[in-house]
């Protein structure tokens, strides 16, 4: 079974806009982590984010911001005022207890941000 | 190194030769962990190392997988036989401990010919 779903396949957007991927996990341990890498054209993941599962608060970093909730097992990501340059494919994973908290992935997001 | 180094970046095999991927991890990384990405698709873990102890072998795909890590340094993940399924990009991460954020190399693309 998929434990993380991030239901956007394809997203595209003008630069300057702001967009949303969503994310929505399933787990049943109490601890766990959520992750968000990127994979530009390139294809090295990089890490943009880590939470762990007993702390809500949104975060922002620059143009990047997370929201967490757990009521509805969510762990969106909002590019505000989307670049170019933020075009890749956008992986959600979750962390447990098993395979030495080994990441779980979703199917990932392909943003286009066109000029 | 800087980063987490892998080689080959390019593989290109005949089917049912066996071939042999390798990763060296961040200097200090005790967990090191293989993923397999297949075309368009999120990515599957196949095995775990931390330091010493046992692998955690339960991502594997079949019997023809296999990977060595001697202590806390390179790592090899031995295919044999390949097949045209396992054509892909393999990855290798690595993190300070378990939990934390793990840090990608950039690869090895196989194709099975």
């Known amino acids: 079974a998929q434990k993380v779903t991030q239901a956007q396949t394809e997203i595209s957007v003008v630069e300057k806009e702001d967009v949303t991927l969503d994310c929505v996990y399933e787990?049943?341990?109490?601890?766990?982590?959520l992750f968000w890498y990127k994979q530009p054209p390139s294809g090295e993941l990089v890490f943009l984010i880590r939470r762990n599962s007993f702390d809500e608060q949104n975060e922002i970093s620059g143009r990047y911001s997370w929201n967490f909730q757990k009521s509805t097992s969510s762990f969106n990501f909002t590019i505000t005022a989307s670049q170019v340059v933020d075009s890749a494919v956008y992986f959600c994973a979750l962390s447990e207890g098993g395979s030495g908290y080994a990441l779980n992935f979703g199917k990932g997001t392909s943003l286009l941000v066109t000029p | 190194g800087a980063g987490v180094s892998q080689s080959p970046s390019n593989k290109v095999t005949e089917k049912g030769k066996d071939v042999e991927l390798r990763c060296d991890p961040i200097s200090g990384h005790t967990a090191l962990y293989w993923y397999r990405q297949r075309l368009g698709q999120g990515l599957e873990f196949l095995i775990y190392?931390?330091?010493?102890?046992?692998?955690?072998k339960s991502g594997l795909p079949s019997d023809r997988f296999s990977a060595e890590r001697t202590g806390e340094s390179v790592s090899t993940l031995t295919i044999q036989r390949t097949q045209q399924e396992d054509s892909a990009v393999y990855l290798c991460?690595?993190?300070?401990?378990?939990?934390?954020?793990?840090?990608f190399g950039q690869g090895t693309r196989l194709t099975v010919v």
């Open positions: 787990t049943r341990d109490t601890t766990y982590y």
């Open positions: 190392f931390q330091g010493n102890s046992a692998p955690d």
């Open positions: 991460a690595s993190s300070l401990a378990r939990r934390l954020e793990a840090f």
